[in-house]
């Protein structure tokens, strides 16, 4: 059984597919998120930090939402534009999960939507 997590705090799906998965009440799978502010739709400005930054807000409302949070993810992969980034996205992203980090993937890509620099998902189990 499946349920869909929809929370205003993150961006809305620009496509036809939900912001997060809750799966038999145990683990949430969340999209993608870009570096879109909920509140205007559009990319922030200020490059690979504020993206990052705005990405794991995005992230940090969709598990909230599906009551967890980041202490409680699993698995993230995160998508990058330019693998010259990686560091300053660690930077960041560290931030975030300084005990006991998920495992993870990072990838160059050609491009993602909206000409975002970034998009980090993650796989995380509920409370």
Known sequence: MKK????A???AAIGPYSQGVI???RFIFTAGQIGID???GELVAGG???QTQRVMENLSAVLEAGISGFDRVLKTTIFLTDISNFARV???YAHYFNDKPPARSTVQ???LPKGALVE???IAATV
């Open 23 to 25: 799966y038999e009440g």
């Open 120 to 122: 980090i998902e993650c």
């Open 109 to 111: 890509v050609a491009a």
């Open 9 to 11: 705090k993150a961006p």
């Open 90 to 92: 660690n930077q960041i």
């Open 48 to 50: 690979i930090e504020a």
């Open 38 to 40: 909920p509140a205007t």
């Open 4 to 7: 869909v997590i929809e929370t």
